[in-house]
């Protein structure tokens, strides 16, 4: 028997609502499936952080040694250039010949006044670039030479055209072949020093790459060792031939001549080796250690989430 046009219009409309209201609808489980999903990534990406943290850190420590290293071979290559306040202290050794002429000969105030007088200053000081010249006392530098490249001191050649207006004289044998190896060796530091100025500079913004791979790690290691040893064989080089004209200068029992080491030359370019040593001590320790996320990619390393438990990521 079939029940009356009205009461079967609202029982449909009352299915209809409850089915329009009905609490359990089919996007529930879809929401709970994307939380879910949502904090396994998250979890994930921590885990991430935590197993590669180590390298990460070694990592960044070797750029930023790096970094300083690059700073200090800018002051190395930019010192003695000009005659300001910071620069004029920055040099690889120092001549004193403001009393050349020991007081124990006659007249030895009178010579020495004489020798300036006609060219002869008081010191003569040395950086990469070039030597800049002037007098003890409020006068200071005088002059700087303009910077050359591959620039080496001749101390011969200067006193000869200071002192005796570009008149020649005869040199011995040793002193030609001693200005010869000097020649030699200051090229090897200049071209040394710039060189690994330039390779540090491009280190600061590569080192971090290892953090990746392993692979990174072997070529980054052999640009460090070869930037390291540039900057050990330059500083050995530096210290070499400062030295050496400090006894030779000192040697002459006949002159009273006077040299000092570049204190601050010699921080700086040591500073900037120790430096360049750490961070290839540091490149080639990742080579075989710290896990990088390349390891936890392809499974070669398992990692802990925050329960401890042992997880290998695909």
Same mark, same amino acid.
């Given at each position: 028997?079939?029940?009356?046009? !009205?009461?079967? +219009?609202?029982?449909?409309?009352?299915?209809?609502?409850? %089915?329009? &209201?009905?609490?359990?609808?089919?996007?529930?489980?879809?929401? &709970?499936?994307?939380?879910?999903?949502?904090?396994? %990534?998250?979890?994930?990406?921590? +885990? &991430?952080? *935590?197993?590669?943290?180590?390298?990460?850190?070694?990592?960044?420590?070797?750029?930023?040694?790096?970094?300083?290293?690059?700073?200090?071979?800018?002051?190395?290559?930019?010192?003695?250039?000009?005659?300001?306040?910071?620069?004029?202290?920055?040099?690889?050794?120092?001549?004193?010949?403001?009393?050349?002429?020991?007081?124990?000969?006659?007249?030895?105030?009178?010579?020495?006044?004489?020798?300036?007088?006609?060219?002869?200053?008081?010191?003569?000081?040395?950086?990469?670039?070039?030597?800049?010249?002037?007098?003890?006392?409020?006068?200071?530098?005088?002059?700087?030479?303009?910077?050359?490249?591959?620039?080496?001191?001749?101390?011969? %050649?200067?006193?000869?055209?200071?002192?005796?207006?570009?008149?020649?004289?005869?040199?011995?044998?040793?002193? =030609?072949? =001693?200005?010869? !190896?000097?020649?030699?060796?200051?090229?090897?530091?200049?071209?040394?020093?710039?060189?690994?100025?330039?390779?540090?500079?491009?280190?600061?913004?590569?080192?971090?790459?290892?953090?990746? @791979? *392993?692979?990174?790690?072997?070529?980054?290691?052999?640009?460090?060792?070869?930037?390291?040893?540039?900057?050990?064989?330059?500083?050995?080089?530096?210290?070499?031939?400062?030295?050496?004209?400090?006894?030779?200068? %000192?040697?002459?029992?006949?002159?009273?001549? &006077?040299?000092?080491?570049?204190?601050?030359?010699? !921080?700086?370019?040591?500073?900037?080796?120790?430096? @360049?040593?750490?961070?290839?001590? !540091?490149?080639?320790?990742?080579?075989?250690?710290?896990?990088?996320?390349? #390891?936890?990619?392809?499974?070669?390393?398992?990692?802990? #989430?925050?329960?401890?438990?042992?997880?290998?990521?695909?």
């Amino acid at each position: 028997m079939g029940l009356p046009a !009205v009461l079967r +219009s609202r029982l449909k409309g009352g299915s209809n609502n409850n %089915e329009k &209201h009905d609490p359990s609808s089919t996007s529930s489980p879809t929401t &709970h499936d994307q939380t879910g999903t949502m904090g396994a %990534e998250a979890s994930t990406i921590a +885990s &991430h952080k *935590r197993a590669t943290r180590m390298r990460r850190n070694f990592a960044l420590s070797a750029s930023f040694a790096y970094l300083l290293s690059w700073i200090f071979l800018v002051l190395v290559l930019i010192g003695n250039t000009r005659n300001v306040a910071v620069l004029r202290g920055i040099y690889f050794f120092k001549l004193d010949l403001a009393d050349i002429i020991p007081t124990s000969v006659p007249n030895a105030s009178l010579i020495n006044s004489i020798a300036q007088s006609i060219g002869l200053h008081d010191f003569y000081q040395v950086g990469l670039w070039n030597f800049c010249e002037g007098y003890i006392g409020d006068i200071g530098i005088t002059y700087c030479s303009p910077p050359q490249t591959l620039y080496w001191f001749n101390p011969v %050649e200067i006193l000869m055209s200071e002192l005796l207006s570009g008149a020649t004289i005869a040199l011995p044998t040793q002193v =030609i072949t =001693i200005l010869d !190896v000097l020649r030699i060796t200051s090229q090897i530091m200049f071209g040394f020093f710039l060189t690994g100025a330039v390779l540090a500079f491009v280190l600061v913004a590569l080192s971090p790459l290892a953090v990746s @791979s *392993r692979w990174w790690s072997l070529p980054l290691a052999i640009v460090s060792f070869v930037e390291m040893l540039l900057l050990v064989a330059a500083s050995i080089v530096a210290t070499a031939i400062s030295i050496a004209f400090k006894y030779a200068a %000192e040697a002459q029992s006949d002159l009273n001549i &006077h040299a000092e080491v570049g204190v601050r030359m010699f !921080v700086f370019m040591w500073l900037a080796t120790g430096f @360049s040593v750490w961070a290839f001590a !540091v490149h080639s320790g990742m080579g075989c250690c710290c896990t990088s996320k390349r #390891d936890l990619r392809i499974g070669r390393r398992v990692m802990r #989430d925050g329960r401890g438990v042992r997880r290998s990521i695909q």
